[in-house]
């Protein structure tokens, strides 16, 4: 079923009778040329790239819940491409391209929102740092601004620029950066998988990995084994226990993240805005809640709910940034896990297992990376090599020294 304006007002003139299922209920085949372990956005990304990009229809992804039950549909729905290193940035603006053609490429409308992405300064070294990043992405055809502190009054007045303990000096706007209904991307990649013909195999979780000789065979799961001449994981915060299955020690933490949504209320923010002073990042749904977040929990956990002293903290980094919205009732509040890597950027590589590869690693940033990802790991599993935005996630770079430390923090997983 092709979702159209036709469509919707036919379905709204018969009662909405006739809307079909998004996707198939699937149920595990013997055998499968792929199998996608993780229902995720990476995973489904992955799965509908296998079957659009490179004509491999044959392909299952196998989840241990439901659709959109794990990070893709719990994060805070930013995207942008605002990086600095090398092997970072024409990877991110990739994604950023796919998210600008995605609603049409998958007949699905995500809400793809490119509401801005304003990064705010609290000083001198903060506005150098600021301009050096905002002059690495012009310089690979990212779009930036570096805002003076008027600039940024005229966009968030509502921002305390009065006396505040850490002033506000200015700010890197990226434009086209934003906002992407979360669930909506699971959903419609799910869809738009399934009409090319992929099994989206819900409530399958994988137990262990079959491997003879040093190759894949298959997986083992809770409703039986499902061969595969080729296994891609993308299980995010539960990469390191998935890999464990496979006799693989990858060098990822599992942390919390939590995020926020406050009652609705009239429009008030129409970009994204994030706190330099503090971990604090904020927007406005299209339903007029406050969605916000801040720092991962900092402990090793694979519960998907948080602490009270992270909400304490993330509710300070709002109040120093926006006073007002300590008038705000908080809603809903809700954890998710993270797979944070040693250096903060992610990995998609094979592994040392024949026909068995890796999606993991994207700390708390991999929903923006979601077209891109499963672009990029579909590419690696069809035809064995890496896409070129990609090249740089090598698993091996642990070992090699080659990392990709964004922040400068250094081997500290929960700081990145
Ligand atoms: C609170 C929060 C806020 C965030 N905010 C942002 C943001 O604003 N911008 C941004 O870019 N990123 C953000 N992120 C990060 C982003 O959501 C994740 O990096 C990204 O969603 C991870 O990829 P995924 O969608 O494939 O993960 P998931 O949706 O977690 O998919 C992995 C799937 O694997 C399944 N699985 C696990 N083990 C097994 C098994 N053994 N067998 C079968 N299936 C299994 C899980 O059930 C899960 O559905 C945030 C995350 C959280 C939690």
């Given at each position: ?25 699937a149920q595990p085949r013997d055998r ?78 995500a809400m793809v929102s490119q509401r ?60 086209r950066g934003g906002t992407v209904r ?235």
């Open positions: 079923m092709q979702y159209s304006a036709f469509s919707l007002l036919k379905n709204a003139l018969t009662g909405h009778r006739y809307w079909k299922p998004a996707w198939r209920e499968y040329d792929v199998v996608i372990v993780g229902g995720g956005g990476h995973g489904l990304a992955t799965a509908y790239y296998l079957a659009k990009n490179h004509g491999i229809t044959n392909v299952a992804v196998v989840e241990k819940g439901y659709i959109g039950s794990g990070n893709v549909g719990r994060n805070t729905t930013i995207v942008r491409s605002n990086y600095l290193l090398p092997g970072n940035v024409p990877f991110y603006e990739w994604s950023m391209k796919l998210w600008e053609g995605l609603e049409r490429d998958i007949n699905y409308n801005g992405v304003l990064n705010l300064c609290h000083s001198d070294a903060q506005r150098d740092a600021f301009a050096r990043r905002g002059n690495a992405m012009r310089l690979h055809g990212v779009d930036s601004e570096l805002l003076e502190k008027e600039q940024v009054r005229k966009i968030a007045p509502y921002l305390n620029f009065d006396d505040a303990r850490f002033p506000i000096q200015g700010g890197l706007l990226q434009p979360h669930d909506a991307v699971a959903w419609g990649y799910a869809r738009a998988g399934d009409r090319r013909g992929v099994d989206i195999i819900q409530n399958c979780e994988v137990t262990g990995f079959r491997i003879d000789n040093g190759k894949i065979l298959g997986v083992e799961t809770s409703r039986g084994f499902i061969g595969a001449s080729k296994v891609g994981m993308a299980v995010a915060g539960n990469a390191s226990r998935v890999a464990g299955m496979a006799g693989m020690r990858l060098p990822i933490e599992s942390h919390v993240l939590q995020a926020f949504v406050s009652e609705g209320i009239k429009p008030l923010i129409d970009t994204v805005i994030t706190f330099g002073a503090g971990h604090f990042y904020i927007s406005q749904s299209d339903k007029g809640g406050l969605v916000f977040g801040g720092d991962i929990d900092g402990y090793n956990s694979y519960a998907q709910r948080g602490n009270l002293p992270t909400v304490e903290d993330v509710c300070e980094g709002g109040m120093a940034l926006m006073p007002m919205i300590g008038r705000v009732r908080m809603l809903r509040q809700w954890g998710g896990i993270m797979d944070m890597s040693m250096d903060g950027s992610p990995i998609i590589d094979r592994t040392p297992v024949d026909g068995l590869y890796l999606n993991a690693g994207w700390c708390y940033g991999g929903f923006k990376a979601t077209p891109a990802s499963g672009w990029c790991f579909a590419h690696l599993i069809a035809r064995d090599e890496p896409h070129a935005v990609a090249a740089a996630y090598r698993l091996d770079r642990f070992a090699t020294g080659h990392v990709i430390d964004e922040k400068g923090q250094g081997a500290q997983p929960n700081l990145h």
